[in-house]
């Protein structure tokens, strides 16, 4: 056996004066952390399994555990970070690619928190939600340009298939297969309280789940994994997807060995098979023969279905987005480089793509400026983490938002980043039985429903401030936006003035 | 019911397949228009002409026959149902099909059957009498997927690239010579329990395009399967 070059990044610090060795610890680490050593009568940890995730100081019923950085130090190099060093050991020992899960972690610039919004002062006077009545109801899918209707008033043009939402967040693609039944139940059951709608991502729709289709978005993607007629009439909308902005570029791969009886039944693969979704779509190739799969998918549900065609940002994703509007699709769903992953090369997840906010605005300008806005909506995610993240993205553009990480926090996700290993301590990122049942579904929706409508309340607030008591008037209202510490070139992009101006 | 397709928008062709009650459906003169078959249960259609792309996408429970040729997307995530074409194919005939068969008389072009799944007693099937273009197979996950090459004197009727990423399923191709595959493949030669695997299969071809089982079997057959099932189990290291 050779050197290892690792130490542990975590220590466990327990408090033997709190620790009453009732052993929560132990039984509720799928990583094996915890021992109780019967000799010496005390609870020992092997950190090097550790992956912070918090399972155990929350569960511990005396607050005798606490996680904290290991303060081992390799010699402080600016250029030659610890974390650099360490991954070079680690691939220098397996030969592998890197993986990772969940978003980008580096210290990139966050838009969102250099954009204010704006409040009206004594002119415009304020609107208080409490009192006056606030729409944050939106419809996603294509506008005519006029409307014709009869001598009662009644509209008598065809209106093409729309997704009718409560509130303009959605949760995002996640499969079943990369999250545990009982997340995606605690979704669906969620969206359908809310009004909303969540998404299969990937993975096929389990059978239990048909009751909640008015509030599902069907995936379709390279693999076409748990794709067939019924599953595509299922939903209230079907999405393509052509990118993930976790990992442009780059495909899905579900290992074997998470395809247990009832993955293998939702994704219609056999058992212990791996799934793989290639990076392309192999009969994908222009904005054309995607105009091709969004009608097959059309036809396929008697044109009553809109479709969503979700891509990552990249940089060049303007003209994309042009493409993608007169491919016929009813909906463009962007997800910026923050967006999060079950697994994901590392060097793609924290190099490619780029920020959502930057994304956005270019789109809805240039589809503004090509007099197509109105042919599609958009929905953008990649990291939206509060209400004002969603108030600052309708007023860049945005129709409405996909939101995963923090529905995923919602759920009792704390952030360790070690969803592609299969032993989520939350009963998310899991396929393992004794996990899954950790997280109750009913509880799991009730406190997703919490986190929405306190976000909704908070949008109808911030509206209420502006004057605004129509969600449809803040959207592409940039007036109500202003950049602080931005440059010329990123004010100009994001299409904001500065504070002051 | 019989659909004269001259001139007609493929909406209102496949609007009037789904439309009536007739369980046989005859369509003369059909040119290009796409999806036929696609969200129609429980029909025998049969078409005269050269249907557009995606025929059959997402079939489940439809039988179509085609006399001339078909485009490309034949079968896209077909579910079950036949479809059997006196012609030529296009590209991707059969992509991320999960069940039932599509049988072609003439040849077939590049990516045939990539994404083939097969699930409990779904077990998709194609075959292509003639050759077909490079990437067959790719990604094969599941199912069974014959060339038989019959219009070739020599060499292999499989393009380059054969079987790339494929995980699982079978791929017979007859062939004078071994075909040359990827390292993720095993080329072997068929035994007397392999070509018994899909005699019946043989067998349905012969009866569809007139061709006789003593010509197809004047030529040996190989067994292609995947090297591994898990193929990229070791490609990571967790960070």
Same mark, same amino acid.
């Given at each position: 056996?050779?050197?290892?070059?690792?130490?542990?990044?975590?220590?466990?610090?327990?408090?033997?004066?709190?620790?009453?060795?009732?052993?929560?610890?132990?039984?509720?680490?799928?990583?094996?952390?915890?021992?109780?050593?019967?000799?010496?009568?005390?609870?020992?940890?092997?950190?090097?399994?550790?992956?912070?995730?918090?399972?155990?100081?929350?569960?511990?019923?005396?607050?005798?555990?606490?996680?904290?950085?290991?303060?081992?130090?390799?010699?402080?190099?600016?250029?030659?970070?610890?974390?650099?060093?360490?991954?070079?050991?680690?691939?220098?020992?397996?030969?592998?690619?890197?993986?990772?899960?969940?978003?980008?972690?580096?210290?990139?610039?966050?838009?969102?928190?250099?954009?204010?919004?704006?409040?009206?002062?004594?002119?415009?006077?304020?609107?208080?939600?409490?009192?006056?009545?606030?729409?944050?109801?939106?419809?996603?899918?294509?506008?005519?340009?006029?409307?014709?209707?009869?001598?009662?008033?009644?509209?008598?043009?065809?209106?093409?298939?729309?997704?009718?939402?409560?509130?303009?967040?959605?949760?995002?693609?996640?499969?079943?297969?990369?999250?545990?039944?009982?997340?995606?139940?605690?979704?669906?059951?969620?969206?359908?309280?809310?009004?909303?709608?969540?998404?299969?991502?990937?993975?096929?729709?389990?059978?239990?789940?048909?009751?909640?289709?008015?509030?599902?978005?069907?995936?379709?993607?390279? &693999?076409?994994?748990?794709?067939?007629?019924?599953?595509?009439?299922?939903?209230?909308?079907?999405?393509?997807?052509?990118?993930?902005?976790?990992?442009?570029?780059?495909?899905?791969?579900?290992?074997?060995?998470?395809?247990?009886?009832?993955?293998?039944?939702?994704?219609?693969?056999?058992?212990?098979?791996?799934?793989?979704?290639?990076?392309?779509?192999?009969?994908?190739?222009?904005?054309?023969?995607?105009?091709?799969?969004?009608?097959?998918?059309?036809?396929?549900?008697?044109?009553?279905?809109?479709?969503?065609?979700?891509?990552?940002?990249?940089?060049?994703?303007?003209?994309?987005?042009?493409?993608?509007?007169?491919?016929?699709?009813?909906?463009?769903?962007?997800?910026?480089?923050? &967006?999060?992953?079950?697994?994901?090369?590392?060097?793609?997840?924290?190099?490619?793509?780029?920020?959502?906010?930057?994304?956005?605005?270019?789109?809805?300008?240039?589809?503004?400026?090509?007099?197509?806005?109105?042919?599609?909506?958009?929905?953008?995610?990649?990291?939206?983490?509060?209400?004002?993240?969603?108030?600052?993205?309708?007023?860049?553009?945005?129709?409405?938002?996909?939101?995963?990480?923090?529905?995923?926090?919602?759920?009792?996700?704390?952030?360790?980043?070690?969803?592609?290993? &299969?032993?989520?301590?939350?009963?998310?990122?899991?396929?393992?039985?004794?996990?899954?049942?950790?997280?109750?579904?009913?509880?799991?929706?009730?406190?997703?429903?919490?986190?929405?409508?306190?976000?909704?309340?908070?949008?109808?607030?911030?509206?209420?401030?502006? &004057?605004?008591?129509?969600?449809?008037?803040?959207?592409?209202?940039?007036?109500?936006?202003?950049?602080?510490?931005?440059?010329?070139?990123?004010?100009?992009?994001?299409?904001?003035?500065?504070?002051?101006? | 019911?019989?659909?004269?397709?001259?001139?007609?928008?493929?909406?209102?062709?496949?609007?009037?397949?789904?439309?009536?009650?007739?369980?046989?459906?005859?369509?003369?003169?059909?040119?290009?228009?796409?999806?036929?078959?696609?969200?129609?249960?429980?029909?025998?259609?049969?078409?005269?002409?050269?249907?557009?792309? /995606?025929?059959? /996408?997402?079939?489940?429970?439809?039988?179509?026959?085609?006399?001339?040729?078909?485009?490309?997307?034949?079968?896209?995530?077909?579910?079950?149902?036949?479809?059997?074409?006196?012609?030529?194919?296009?590209?991707?005939?059969?992509?991320?099909?999960?069940?039932?068969?599509?049988?072609?008389?003439?040849?077939?072009?590049?990516?045939?059957?990539?994404?083939?799944?097969?699930?409990?007693?779904?077990?998709?099937?194609?075959?292509?009498?003639?050759?077909?273009?490079?990437?067959?197979?790719?990604?094969?996950?599941?199912?069974?997927?014959?060339?038989?090459?019959?219009?070739?004197?020599?060499?292999?009727?499989?393009?380059?690239?054969?079987?790339?990423?494929?995980?699982?399923?079978?791929?017979?191709?007859?062939?004078?010579?071994?075909?040359?595959?990827?390292?993720?493949?095993?080329?072997?030669?068929?035994?007397?329990?392999?070509?018994?695997?899909?005699?019946?299969?043989?067998?349905?071809?012969?009866?569809?395009?007139?061709?006789?089982?003593?010509?197809?079997?004047?030529?040996?057959?190989?067994?292609?399967?995947?090297? /591994?099932?898990?193929?990229?189990?070791?490609?990571?290291?967790?960070?």
């Amino acid at each position: 056996m050779g050197i290892n070059y690792l130490y542990p990044q975590y220590e466990i610090h327990r408090d033997p004066m709190r620790c009453i060795k009732c052993r929560v610890c132990e039984r509720q680490c799928a990583n094996e952390v915890h021992h109780y050593d019967e000799e010496l009568d005390v609870m020992i940890a092997d950190e090097a399994s550790c992956v912070d995730c918090q399972r155990c100081v929350s569960m511990c019923p005396t607050r005798a555990l606490k996680i904290v950085k290991t303060d081992n130090t390799f010699k402080e190099n600016a250029n030659w970070k610890q974390d650099t060093i360490e991954e070079v050991y680690r691939q220098a020992s397996t030969g592998g690619v890197l993986l990772s899960s969940m978003g980008n972690p580096k210290d990139y610039p966050v838009y969102w928190d250099k954009i204010l919004i704006n409040a009206s002062q004594v002119t415009n006077p304020s609107i208080d939600p409490l009192r006056e009545p606030m729409e944050t109801k939106v419809f996603l899918g294509k506008k005519p340009s006029s409307l014709k209707m009869d001598k009662k008033g009644k509209i008598v043009s065809e209106i093409p298939p729309q997704i009718e939402l409560e509130l303009p967040i959605m949760f995002s693609a996640m499969s079943y297969g990369s999250i545990s039944e009982n997340a995606h139940k605690s979704l669906a059951r969620a969206a359908t309280a809310l009004g909303t709608c969540y998404n299969t991502g990937e993975g096929g729709l389990n059978k239990e789940l048909y009751q909640y289709g008015p509030n599902t978005i069907v995936q379709v993607a390279s &693999g076409r994994f748990g794709v067939h007629e019924d599953y595509l009439k299922a939903g209230a909308a079907i999405e393509i997807k052509m990118g993930q902005g976790a990992k442009p570029g780059i495909g899905g791969h579900l290992p074997g060995r998470k395809i247990g009886a009832k993955v293998s039944e939702t994704r219609m693969i056999p058992e212990g098979c791996d799934a793989i979704s290639p990076a392309p779509h192999h009969d994908i190739y222009s904005i054309e023969d995607l105009r091709q799969l969004i009608f097959s998918l059309k036809e396929a549900t008697n044109y009553e279905k809109p479709v969503i065609v979700k891509i990552a940002a990249v940089h060049n994703v303007a003209a994309i987005a042009s493409g993608i509007a007169r491919s016929g699709a009813d909906v463009i769903a962007i997800d910026g480089y923050r &967006g999060g992953t079950g697994a994901a090369p590392t060097r793609i997840r924290d190099n490619v793509g780029i920020p959502i906010e930057l994304a956005l605005a270019a789109v809805d300008q240039r589809l503004r400026d090509e007099k197509i806005r109105n042919d599609i909506s958009i929905v953008v995610g990649g990291s939206i983490r509060s209400s004002a993240d969603v108030v600052k993205a309708i007023a860049l553009g945005a129709d409405a938002c996909y939101i995963g990480t923090s529905a995923l926090l919602a759920l009792g996700c704390h952030l360790c980043r070690s969803c592609q290993s &299969g032993k989520c301590n939350w009963g998310i990122a899991t396929q393992r039985e004794d996990l899954v049942k950790r997280l109750n579904p009913e509880i799991g929706s009730e406190r997703l429903a919490n986190l929405l409508t306190a976000w909704n309340h908070e949008i109808k607030e911030m509206m209420g401030g502006m &004057g605004i008591n129509s969600i449809e008037a803040l959207k592409g209202n940039r007036l109500m936006l202003r950049g602080i510490g931005l440059t010329e070139k990123e004010l100009e992009i994001l299409g904001i003035k500065h504070a002051g101006e | 019911m019989r659909i004269n397709a001259t001139g007609k928008y493929y909406t209102d062709l496949n609007h009037e397949v789904k439309k009536t009650q007739d369980r046989e459906v005859v369509i003369d003169h059909c040119l290009g228009q796409r999806y036929i078959g696609t969200g129609v249960t429980g029909k025998n259609i049969i078409i005269h002409g050269t249907p557009g792309n /995606a025929l059959g /996408a997402y079939l489940k429970g439809t039988d179509l026959t085609v006399f001339g040729n078909v485009q490309d997307a034949v079968g896209d995530t077909m579910d079950s149902g036949k479809i059997i074409v006196h012609g030529s194919g296009g590209d991707t005939v059969g992509y991320g099909m999960r069940g039932g068969a599509i049988y072609i008389k003439g040849h077939a072009g590049y990516r045939v059957g990539i994404h083939m799944k097969a699930y409990q007693d779904h077990q998709p099937v194609i075959v292509v009498g003639g050759s077909t273009g490079s990437f067959l197979g790719e990604y094969q996950a599941g199912g069974t997927i014959i060339v038989l090459g019959l219009d070739r004197k020599k060499g292999m009727p499989t393009g380059s690239y054969l079987g790339t990423g494929m995980h699982g399923g079978e791929m017979y191709i007859r062939s004078c010579e071994m075909p040359r595959a990827t390292d993720q493949v095993t080329v072997t030669p068929c035994t007397k329990e392999d070509l018994e695997k899909i005699t019946d299969k043989l067998e349905y071809f012969c009866t569809n395009f007139d061709v006789s089982m003593e010509e197809i079997l004047s030529r040996p057959f190989w067994k292609l399967v995947p090297s /591994a099932y898990n193929p990229y189990n070791s490609l990571y290291t967790a960070y």
